[in-house]
């Protein structure tokens, strides 16, 4: 489901295509944990790694693979952790000491 849409004029095809790659592996991503939980349960662990990646300040990852290597095995078993028992992200401070 896509909430916002962009003017496809406005940017470059290399910047149309690192968007449509970052979508279609968030797709990914967003079955396979849907597949072992919910799809709320998906959304949560799908957002929450991009946003941790970003939070580790490299800017947007490619694809959610990539920022879910970068953020390594405790803060990706954290944040399935957290969304599966319906807890709170952890505040930025907290992650980026992980």
Do not use: C, H
Not at 14 to 37: D, G, V
Not at 40 to 68: C, H, P, R
Request: charged share 30%; aromatic share 12%.
């Amino acid at each position: 489901m896509t909430i916002f849409s962009i003017n496809e004029e406005d940017y470059t095809e290399e910047q149309l295509a690192i968007f449509r790659k970052r979508q279609e592996s968030k797709a990914k991503a967003k079955a396979f944990f849907t597949a072992q939980y919910d799809e709320y349960t998906a959304d949560v662990i799908v957002t929450n790694v991009m946003i941790g990646y970003m939070n580790l300040g490299k800017g947007s990852a490619d694809t959610f693979e990539q920022a879910w290597n970068a953020l390594g095995y405790e803060i990706t078993n954290d944040i399935v952790y957290r969304a599966v028992n319906g807890l709170p992200a952890r505040s930025k401070k907290e992650e980026v000491k992980a």
